[in-house]
């Protein structure tokens, strides 16, 4: 990221919110105060889940925010909230995702931070026996083919600026088989991690990291109406976690924050794995 660490609020908007020592953010997990000061970092599918999370997180240690998401209402709320701006875009579209960091460079004088995580699953994907070529198609533009897209027009900006960090959301699958399985979305994921990789390693002598980020399965609205209905498939999930439960929003954007911020400055084409344990367990604790 550029030497300009530290420079308390160069442009940032005034949106830092501070934090008195030790001092909690939601009553629970400690902030590190203004890693972000004077950064601009813009979060694709910012307006929900993981992405709203993050959002906040950065917001709090001092990020001017450009939440980009394709639901309009959501993001705008979210922008408000975090004190930055929103921006309407779909990811797919590659004159969209120009416009986005463009615009954004425009209005805040340029881009450290690129957090590219907006993502789909839909129920059209699953076993490879019933997925149809427009479900796997979809998948694979929304997933992938926006991470190839905000890389390619989104690192530039970076470059001008002397240097940044790249954050990919990929998933967990992307290193284990389920055999619950949603063909597509794994695949996409999996494309999501060696690209990420690539990319640190092409662009690390000239101050760019990128790294991808593996989340385990998260507690979503989604997720938790789905497993409230059909408690059996929350138990066959939830047996296979160490940790014995579904992960929150907020510890994914915790990874987030780090990955971006200066803290991670010897780390680039790693998928770092925030999945309670997931991927390294053969028996679980009773
Ligand atoms: N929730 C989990 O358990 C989990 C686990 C591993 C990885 N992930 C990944 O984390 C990321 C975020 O997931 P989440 O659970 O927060 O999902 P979410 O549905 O809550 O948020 C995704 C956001 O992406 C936006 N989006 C979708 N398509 C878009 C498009 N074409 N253009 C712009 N924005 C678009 C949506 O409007 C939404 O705001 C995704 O990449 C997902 O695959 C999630």
Redesign the pocket.
Known sequence: MSPRAGSEDAGSGGNTRELGLGETEAGTRPVVRGRFSGRVVVV??????????TCRRLAAEGATVVV????ET??AAVAAEVGGHFTA?????EAGVVELYASAAAAHGGIDVLVN?????PPEDGSILETGLEAWRRVQ???LT?VYLCCRHGIPHLLARGGGAVVN?????AVMGAATSQIS?TAS?GGVLALSRELGVEFARRGVRVNAI??????????LELFAKDPERAARRLVHVPMGR??E?EE?AAAIAFLASDDASFLTAAALMVDGGIHAAYVTPL
Do not use: Q, R
């Not at 875009?89 to 579209?93: E, P, R, S």
């Open positions: 694709t599918g910012g307006a929900s889940g993981i992405g709203a999370a980009a998401d394709i639901d959501a993001g875009v779909d990811v797919t579209d995580n907006a993502g789909i699953s533009e929304v997933n926006s959301t990929a998933s967990f699958v979305y994921k593996c989340p385990g399965p998260v507690n979503t609205p989604l997720l579904f992960g929003a994914i």
